[in-house]
Nanobody, 127 residues
Framework: QLRFVESGGGLVQPGGSLRLSCAVSGFTLDSYDIGWFRQAPGKEREGISLIVSYVNATFYADSVKGRFTISRDNAKNTVYLQMDSLKVDDTAKYYC????????????????????WGQGTQVTVSS
């Protein structure tokens, strides 16, 4: 059974930073494509970042590129999302999950389907 437990969300002012953590179990972290997506009320789900394991490549949505950084610690079985220069539009519930990159359209890996994810953690950016 795949399990994902997100943490680290909270309230932050515009321009601030947060680091989200995702503790995973049920699989070997370095053998799967893991990423983050977010959901805000009234908006579609948005894949924001993922790691393609076999090529050790990272991908980011245009909306967060240059501000967010995804990483993993295989020894701790944990995935991180470092979020810098936060904007009000980043307000959403953030989920960590297993990406099915074969479902993504050509040239846009972040539009893949997600096979499993956790309970999410809320990020609110407000002054």
């Amino acid at each position: 059974q795949l399990r994902f437990v997100e943490s680290g969300g909270g309230l932050v002012q515009p321009g601030g930073s947060l680091r989200l953590s995702c503790a995973v179990s049920g699989f070997t972290l370095d053998s799967y494509d893991i990423g983050w997506f977010r959901q805000a009320p009234g908006k579609e789900r948005e894949g924001i970042s993922l790691i393609v394991s076999y090529v050790n490549a990272t991908f980011y949505a245009d909306s967060v590129k240059g501000r967010f950084t995804i990483s993993r610690d295989n020894a701790k079985n944990t995935v991180y999302l470092q979020m810098d220069s936060l904007k009000v539009d980043d307000t959403a519930k953030y989920y960590c999950g297993l990406a099915d990159i074969e479902t993504a359209p050509a040239g846009d890996l972040l539009k893949c389907d997600w096979r499993s994810w956790g309970q999410g953690t809320q990020v609110t950016v407000s002054s």
